[in-house]
């Protein structure tokens, strides 16, 4: 069971309290540390998001900016790819077990919040993380047999006593998103962006533990293939909600942006962590 102790960071804490049974006052706490930051960042990106007219608008924005960032990889994704050692690449798969040893725990909650044939498109990716109920083939069962497979313990609480903030606020934005944001568009913006951009965001990974003679690799090329299809269906899940009611879309262009940076920020966290490994 994972705790709270003295000297936690914000995020630290944050991601214990999102997988935890909270006594009011942690759940007030919880909420306090999320007024002060992903509500005011979400704020920062609405108020810059394009004021659509039409949901094809904001697709076509949405695939131009996919576009642009699998165009320019950056220079963490190259090293990556092409230069890390077995250790540093080892650092930079310690620094994301917070996400992949839980992967997708923190988006059931979206699935209450949304209409029956949005929920539907959700749950058909949902179901596919969760290894359609193969054992075998969940997700984070695939990021465990990584991390046995390099010789790292598979146990949750051994990483979150060592991640960085960035990789906490990676995950702890997917529970905002999905339980408490003040509408579902949000989540739905978030989540079609991040389907999307997997398809070239883990070829460095994926290139990386071939080069390195990984052998457990399949948590990163599965989804090299089948997040073409998650990304349609979360393409259906917006068009759904829009034949329920009107949507907004800046608050699904927020998602968007909102996402592509947090975990911006926790790939370069990661990486740079790496770099700092001798090599």
Known sequence: MLEVRPGDSVQKRLYVYNRSVLTPERYAELCEIERDWVVPLAAEHE???????????????????????QANPSGDERFLAEEAT??????????????????????????????????????????????????????????????????????????????????????????????????????????????????????PFAAAAKRLGISNDRYYTEHLYIDSFHSKQMQTAIRALGEHREVDLAKVWTGVTLTSAVIAEATEAAVGRARKVPA
């Open 47 to 69: 108020e810059r998001a394009p004021r659509f007219g039409f949901r094809i608008e904001l697709i076509d924005a949405l695939h131009d900016l996919l576009g642009k960032e």
């Open 86 to 203: 077995l250790d540093q690449f080892k650092t930079v798969v310690a620094e994301f077990a917070v996400d992949g040893l839980v992967e997708s725990q923190s988006h059931i909650g979206i699935l209450r919040r949304l209409p029956s044939k949005a929920r539907m498109a959700v749950l058909r990716v949902l179901i596919d993380e969760f290894g359609c109920g193969n054992d075998d083939m969940e997700h984070s069962r695939l990021y465990r047999d990584l991390v046995t497979e390099l010789g790292m313990p598979a146990d949750l609480q051994h990483y979150v006593d060592r991640a960085g903030e960035a990789s906490f606020a990676y995950v702890n934005l997917f529970h905002w998103l999905a339980d408490r944001a003040p509408e579902p568009e949000y989540f739905l913006g978030a989540y079609a962006y991040f389907e999307a951009s997997v398809l070239y965001a883990f070829k």
